[in-house]
């Protein structure tokens, strides 16, 4: 008899229910077809009463899949990432896989060694939000597994990507704000040459303004008051009316209230917008006019590109799916 504090194995299932290891094998990975209904009832039952928990890296050795999906995000200071996860995780455990977040806290050093461990690890496949190029990312994912870029465009990919209308999205909201009378635009930005969403959002506006400034935010420092000063120097180097362009929403969230506390965005001769995730957005002035983007179905959207490549069911003619961004 077993010890009580001792882990039962394949071959006691085995011994239990009168059958091969083989058999308990075939079963747990899913393959009843070649089993009797009886069969699968026995070993159903020797598993429960020994409480039998199957090694997954033994499976794995079997089967050749982790069932593991690594996702490697650009900065969980982001609600964006955090979201981009619930929606890949959302997919992936529908259909039996599990995500996994690794955050490269917008360092491309960092994410090549994120990629490095993934690409050692056994991961069945890789969603990431991309600073490497694609090169890069060829040579760091040696494996032959499914890639997915999300929200970042990367041209020449070979890979499936996700993303956001960001030049058009960008290039609208921009001619409504000059349509009103807004003509100086400050853009509020990360470090824009590493990132290509980044960039395309700039593009976008300068395709519908002429004026634009550029304040770059560093994410791993930055002195909050000293970008506070330059925000307001900015605004008040001219008399044209001004619209802080924020390319996404935590520097918005880091900087604007303030500028609204004290009267510089008083939406008259200056206001703000930005590409938005949350509510939270719109509560600061509700006057605000944001682009909204839905990371969580643009998350889910990856995971199902990624699901269809696993089972075989990719569609190639689709490499790029865009998940809009709406203005209001």
């Given amino acids: 008899?077993?010890?009580?504090?001792s882990q039962a194995n394949i071959k006691d299932v085995a011994?239990?229910?009168?059958?091969?290891?083989?058999?308990?094998?075939?079963y747990l990975n899913g393959n009843l077809k070649r089993m009797s209904t009886a069969t699968a009832t026995r070993v159903k039952a020797a598993i429960e009463k020994l409480n039998y928990v199957p090694n997954a890296a033994?499976?794995?050795?079997i089967t050749k899949q982790s069932q593991l999906i690594a996702l490697i995000v650009g900065n969980?200071?982001?609600?964006?990432?955090?979201?981009?996860?619930?929606?890949?995780?959302?997919?992936?455990?529908?259909?039996?896989y599990i995500g996994t977040m690794f955050d490269s806290d917008s360092d491309i050093v960092r994410e090549k060694h994120l990629m490095e461990t993934v690409n050692s690890h056994g991961f069945d496949g890789l969603i990431i939000q991309p600073f490497s190029t694609v090169s890069e990312i060829k040579t760091l994912m040696s494996r032959d597994v499914p890639i997915v870029l999300a929200d970042r465009?990367?041209?020449?990919?070979?890979?499936?990507?996700?993303?956001?209308?960001?030049?058009?999205a960008a290039k609208q909201a921009t001619a409504y704000f000059v349509r009103q009378g807004f003509t100086h635009f400050i853009v509020l930005t990360s470090e824009l040459?590493?990132?290509?969403?980044?960039r395309e959002r700039y593009r976008g506006i300068k395709a519908a303004a002429q004026n634009v400034d550029v304040l770059e935010v560093s994410e791993s420092s930055y002195n909050h008051k000293r970008i506070h000063k330059q925000l307001i120097e900015l605004l008040m180097k001219d008399t044209e009316r001004t619209v802080i362009f924020s390319l996404k929403e935590r520097w918005l969230l880091e900087f604007i209230p303030n500028l609204v506390l004290e009267g510089y965005v008083d939406n008259i001769k200056a206001t703000a917008t930005a590409f938005a995730d949350t509510?939270?957005?719109r509560r600061i002035e509700p006057k605000l006019k944001l682009i909204s983007q839905d990371p969580f179905l643009l998350g889910a959207s990856a995971g199902e590109v990624m699901v269809n490549d696993l089972t075989g069911h990719s569609d190639r003619n689709q490499a790029v799916i865009v998940v809009p961004a709406k203005f209001d």
């Avoid at 990367?154 to 058009?168: C, G, L, R, S």
């Avoid at 040459?193 to 980044?198: E, I, K, S």
Wanted: glycine share 2%; charged share 20%; aromatic share 8%.
């Fill in 279 to 281: 509510e939270t957005a």
């Fill in 193 to 198: 040459a590493v990132a290509t969403n980044r």
């Fill in 153 to 168: 465009e990367t041209p020449q990919a070979p890979w499936p990507q996700v993303v956001t209308n960001n030049f058009d």
């Fill in 58 to 61: 033994a499976r794995q050795m």
């Fill in 1 to 5: 008899m077993m010890n009580s504090k």
């Fill in 76 to 96: 969980t200071d982001d609600y964006f990432s955090t979201e981009l996860f619930k929606g890949v995780s959302s997919i992936l455990e529908a259909n039996g």
């Fill in 15 to 26: 011994a239990l229910a009168m059958v091969s290891t083989a058999t308990v094998s075939r």
